[in-house]
């Protein structure tokens, strides 16, 4: 398997638009992480899924964030309208259901919002 | 309120030194533990983890840590460092359920620089 698959892996746009951020978790994986990642407050996680069902997005910063999980091979992370502190590295990770396995780490998506 | 705090922001050692770099918590229940390390530009990638059993636990790269329930602490040890060690070195931890345990949270980072 390629592991985490994270696209795009940079990503700069004008405050307003809307962004979107995409995911392909490893196959098999049934639970799905989005974690964002910024020097003033560290390694953050968004929102997780288990079987495309959101579990628990408390970690959401605002309604402008979105999560999608259209099917097992296929999260979104989507930013409507994105702001300049929404700037981070945004990485998403996967596991499966064993128990004592780990979270595997996509290379994240650097977000740049001037 | 749980939490995960590594004192040091920045640690710097020579080739062929030793290192620890410490991580204590806080947590209501019997936490899962790990270590990830990340080097620029990069994602995490797992060097160790301790569910239970023997507190001290091998992880990848010649790493090790060491569970210590009575301080809170899972400190990251390395007898000889090489100059690829240089990244940023994060401890998390997770609650005990299937899948749950990745729910991590995450301290700050230690960042490790190498000198020759």
């Known amino acids: 398997d390629a592991g985490v698959i994270q696209s795009p892996r940079h990503e700069v746009t004008e405050m307003g638009q809307e962004v979107t951020l995409r995911c392909k978790p490893i196959?098999?994986?049934?639970?799905l992480f989005w974690y964002r990642q910024t020097m003033m407050r560290g390694l953050e996680l968004l929102i997780y899924f288990n079987n495309n069902v959101p579990i628990d997005d408390s970690g959401m910063p605002e309604d402008r964030f979105s999560a999608k999980m259209p099917n097992a091979s296929f999260s979104t992370l989507k930013i409507q309208p994105s702001e300049p502190r929404d700037s981070a590295v945004y990485f998403c990770a996967s596991s499966d259901d064993r128990a004592y396995t780990e979270a595997f780490f996509g290379q994240g998506t650097r977000l740049t919002v001037v | 309120a749980q939490s995960v705090t590594q004192p040091d922001i920045h640690i710097t050692v020579s080739e062929g030194a030793s290192l620890e770099l410490r991580c204590n918590y806080s947590y209501g229940a019997t936490p899962y533990l790990f270590w990830y390390v990340q080097s620029p530009g990069q994602g995490l990638q797992l060097l160790l983890k301790?569910?239970?059993?023997?507190?001290l636990v091998q992880g990848i790269k010649g790493f090790e840590a060491e569970f210590k329930r009575s301080q809170s602490s899972f400190n990251l040890r390395k007898p000889s460092v090489h100059w690829s060690d240089a990244a940023e070195y994060f401890c998390?931890?997770?609650?005990?359920?299937?899948?749950?345990?990745?729910?991590?949270?995450f301290g700050a980072g230690t960042r490790l620089a190498v000198h020759p």
């Open positions: 998390a931890v997770g609650p005990s359920f299937s899948g749950g345990y990745n729910k991590l949270i």
């Open positions: 196959s098999g994986h049934d639970y």
């Open positions: 301790y569910f239970s059993g023997d507190t």
